[in-house]
């Protein structure tokens, strides 16, 4: 073979990708390593590539979707350039009405009021964190959960680059507080609550805590001001295009025996199949449906909720995907698909 072969993390750190982004990166198709030991699961990548990495990698930085990558990586060469200038315009037009939109959005975060303290119950609080642990502990980056204090209730949250964890009013709130969990802290915290009824999770007079009467437990905690407002992602905000049910057991039953590292869902004459096999019906809203997810993910999410059956709510093709269990309606998972079809 003539062209040199690069280790996963030569090849990173020849591209400046991580190497859980060149992972998920072959996952959809988007740079394919040139030989994957078939023993080992080591994944091998040309050195040929190497250009056309580092033009992954910028767009990467540059948070260029990933449907905008793939037009760009896989149309013809002499176009390259050109796309990039037209990407570069379009985001120069929006830059202005995007700034007024994070002005706007800075005004009303000032407005909040912060939530002093909200009580909790343990064994539920600890029930969520290990589930949000289940759900997105599979796939860099993330290394916290964030306990987010809405006036709608308290909520906890996990997420990751491709999946959104959330257990929606776990407990009471007046208002707003962020209290951030390393990820090593976690199972502690969660055996810790197991043991008591009730707990306090107080976020105005740092350093933030959660205690029962005298026992304080500390470790792990933090503020998280950088953390993101997911409710964006959560109804009524997201806007739903189908409504679907599928049998939890069915389901896995389905992503478990596909070979693939991902797994279609298809909707048509109302009936949902997930890799081939007959797991749900249509409830409502527009068909033919078609999205690919990533298995671990998909079957992760389904795992991560309770019952027999879940309920899918569909954005489009390309945009988040919403999974609750019928009888448990406030733990929700969104994944993103990982190739539009």
Not at 123 to 146: H, K, T, Y
């Amino acid at each position: 073979m003539s062209e040199r072969l690069l280790s996963i993390s030569a090849y990173s750190r020849a591209t400046a990708l991580p190497a859980s982004a060149l992972r998920y990166y072959d996952e959809i198709g988007l740079l394919r390593p040139e030989h994957v030991d078939q023993s080992t699961g080591y994944r091998y990548y040309s050195s040929a590539t190497v250009e056309l990495a580092k033009v992954v990698s910028a767009l990467r930085v540059a948070r260029v979707p990933v449907d905008v990558m793939r037009s760009i990586v896989e149309g013809p060469r002499h176009d390259t350039a050109p796309s990039l200038r037209r990407l570069a315009a379009e985001q120069r037009d929006s830059s202005t009405r995007a700034a007024r939109d994070l002005e706007a959005l800075a005004a009303r975060l000032d407005s909040r009021t912060t939530v002093g303290s909200v009580s909790v119950n343990g064994p539920e609080l600890a029930d969520a964190l290990r589930a949000a642990m289940n759900q997105c502990g599979l796939e860099a980056p993330w290394d916290r959960i964030v306990l987010a204090a809405e006036p709608s209730g308290l909520d906890v949250v996990a997420t990751n680059t491709f999946s959104l964890f959330c257990h929606h009013r776990v407990a009471a709130s007046d208002g707003y507080g962020r209290a951030a969990i390393r990820r090593s802290a976690v199972w502690d915290l969660a055996a810790w609550l197991d043991r008591r009824a009730t707990a306090t999770i107080t976020f105005s007079d740092p350093p933030i805590r959660i205690q029962t009467g005298t026992d304080t437990f500390t470790t792990g905690l933090a503020g998280a001001t950088d953390y993101a407002d997911h409710l964006a992602l959560l109804p009524p905000n997201l806007t739903v295009r189908a409504q679907l049910t599928v049998d939890r057991g069915m389901a896995r039953a389905a992503i478990m025996e596909a070979r693939t590292d991902v797994v279609d869902l298809v909707v048509r004459d109302q009936v949902v199949r997930l890799a081939a096999k007959e797991v749900g019906l249509l409830l409502e809203g527009h068909e033919p449906l078609h999205l690919r997810f990533s298995r671990h993910l998909l079957e992760a999410a389904l795992r991560a909720l309770a019952g027999t059956s879940a309920r899918v709510d569909l954005s489009s093709n390309r945009g988040p995907c919403l999974l609750r269990a019928t009888v448990q309606p406030h733990r929700m998972v969104v994944l993103m698909p990982v190739r539009p079809s």
